[in-house]
């Protein structure tokens, strides 16, 4: 065998013994709830949207922009 078909037969066995390992999914579905049971979920609320008179540009980490809107500056302002 060449290196590469070793390095190919150590990967395949190494995956196999990992997929050996991991747990199985439980065999019975898991119950879904009923619809009066639904209704008393709590009900995550979306924010609310940025006013008329600011930007609302959002950044990376979802803060937004406090400057104004339509402003001219080129940066923006995240609070």
């Known amino acids: 065998m060449s290196k590469m078909d070793d390095l190919r037969a150590m ?3 190494r995956y196999e013994a990992a997929r050996a390992a991991r747990p199985k999914p ?4 898991t119950p879904t709830p009923k ?3 639904r209704s008393t979920l709590a009900v995550v609320p ?3 949207e940025p ?4 930007c609302g540009h959002r950044n990376m ?3 937004t922009c406090t ?3 339509g402003h001219a500056a080129k ?3 995240y609070s």
Not at 26 to 29: K, L, M, N, R, W
Not at 51 to 54: A, N, R, T, V
């Open 35 to 37: 619809p009066a049971e």
């Open 26 to 29: 439980p065999a019975t579905p």
């Open 75 to 77: 940066s923006h302002r």
């Open 51 to 54: 006013g008329p008179s600011l």
């Open 46 to 48: 979306e924010p609310p």
């Open 61 to 63: 980490s979802g803060r």
């Open 11 to 13: 990967r395949e066995a």
């Open 67 to 69: 400057r104004e809107a």
